[in-house]
T-cell receptor
Framework: DAGITQSPRHKVTETGTPVTLRCHQTENHRYMYWYRQDPGHGLRLIHYSYGVKDTDKGEVSDGYSVSRSKTEDFLLTLESATSSQTSVYFC??????????????FGPGTRLTVL | EDQVTQSPEALRLQEGESSSLNCSYTVSGLRGLFWYRQDPGKGPEFLFTLYSAGEEKEKERLKATLTKKESFLHITAPKPEDSATYLCAVQVSETGNQFYFGTGTSLTVIP
């Protein structure tokens, strides 16, 4: 299995505060993704990265920013957290090698509560 | 608009009672369809990738099939350890780097 870790695993914060979630992978995968998972909505893509310093928006990117300064790390920042951003956040990575090209490996998730 | 719909939302089976989960999609330019398993409190775990209509993949008691409009995940003689949420996702050709997920089917297998 790909080694993907997320930190923190749980976080409670207050409305208006900035929050940064970290994703770290040890597989040298080129592609990385941030999703949020909410009841009734399934997994929705927030942002993704197709290389160091190369990122793009997903379908629910408003209020979020990302950065990728190293292959192994992908950071998700909530610039000013709102209650609607209470969710479970998953990071995933995907290899550029053809044999595993389309398989995403997911991290364990971060449960974020915004009060 | 690209859409992925899974049915049923929840399914309860007796151990050994075979059934199928459905994933229907309306996307422009399907590059691949994926099945994942998700256990409570964990991230999704990859099961299968299907690329073209008529393709089938098998793994233990699971078999995934693909048509031009939908995919089925067939579960043969399920066991309690097959209980999980099964997610379907599609990759579209316009972007190639984005994946759209359905809301999942929660499967419970009763001993």
């Amino acid at each position: 299995d790909a080694g993907i870790t997320q930190s923190p695993r749980h976080k409670v914060t207050e409305t208006g505060t900035p929050v940064t979630l970290r994703c770290h992978q040890t597989e040298n995968h080129r592609y990385m993704y941030w999703y949020r998972q909410d009841p009734g909505h399934g997994l929705r893509l927030i942002h993704y990265s197709y290389g160091v310093k190369d990122t793009d928006k997903g379908e629910v990117s408003d209020g979020y920013s990302v950065s990728r300064s190293k292959t192994e790390d992908f950071l998700l920042t909530l610039e000013s957290a709102t209650s609607s951003q209470t969710s479970v956040y998953f990071c995933a990575s995907r290899s550029q090698v053809w044999a595993q090209y389309n398989e995403q490996f997911f991290g364990p998730g971060t449960r974020l509560t915004v009060l | 608009e690209d859409q992925v719909t899974q049915s049923p939302e929840a399914l309860r089976l007796q151990e050994g009672e075979s059934s199928s989960l459905n994933c229907s999609y309306t996307v422009s330019g399907l590059r691949g369809l994926f099945w994942y398993r998700q256990d409570p409190g964990k991230g999704p775990e990859f099961l299968f990738t299907l690329y073209s209509a008529g393709e089938e993949k098998e793994k233990e008691r699971l078999k995934a099939t693909l048509t031009k409009k939908e995919s089925f995940l067939h579960i043969t003689a399920p066991k309690p350890e097959d209980s999980a949420t099964y997610l379907c996702a599609v990759q579209v050709s316009e972007t190639g780097n984005q994946f759209y997920f359905g809301t999942g089917t929660s499967l419970t297998v009763i001993p």
